[in-house]
């Protein structure tokens, strides 16, 4: 089975750090969601993509472990890694890490699932998603 990755650089800006000079933990969700978009212009499972074909994909878990303080004007960047799963889920991994020495700042998870447009909850995957796990051969 493939492995499915992409990466965004990002700087660290001064809104996103507290008194202490250490990023806000709720500056996380935003990396993530960066990097979705990433992998999704990458890949082609953007959230148009998703809403062109009749969907929404809300998160439905996230989770965060902090492993090391990030800090103003540091360059790290973040891996997304997508995690194959027969369900109707797009279940992705992060791992965010300083360009500077390799080392690893914060991990974490996140899982999508699809609703149509009447906001009821999808249990079979949608046959756009379907066809795309078929092409980058992720069944």
């Known amino acids: 089975m493939k492995r499915l990755t992409a ?3 990002f700087e660290v800006r001064f809104s996103e750090v507290d008194s202490m000079n250490i990023v ?3 500056s996380y969700p935003l990396y993530f969601e960066d990097a979705r978009e990433a992998f999704g212009a990458k890949y082609g499972l953007g959230y148009m993509t998703i809403f062109s ?3 929404f994909a809300p998160l439905v878990e996230l989770s965060f472990k ?3 303080p990030l800090v103003y004007e540091s360059k790290p960047a973040v891996r997304i890694t997508y995690v194959p799963t027969e369900s109707a889920k797009i279940v992705f991994d992060y791992e965010i ?3 500077a020495d390799g080392s690893v700042v ?3 998870r996140s899982v999508q699932v699809f609703m149509d447009s009447e906001y009821q ?3 079979d995957n949608p046959e756009f998603y379907r066809e795309w796990k078929k ?3 992720v069944l």
Request: hydrophobic fraction near 30%; aromatic fraction near 24%.
């Open 106 to 108: 914060a991990t974490g």
């Open 66 to 68: 902090y492993k090391k």
């Open 24 to 26: 806000w933990h709720g």
């Open 53 to 55: 074909n009749g969907y």
């Open 121 to 123: 909850l999808v249990w």
């Open 97 to 99: 890490f300083d360009r």
């Open 135 to 137: 092409k980058w051969e």
């Open 7 to 9: 990466e965004k650089d």
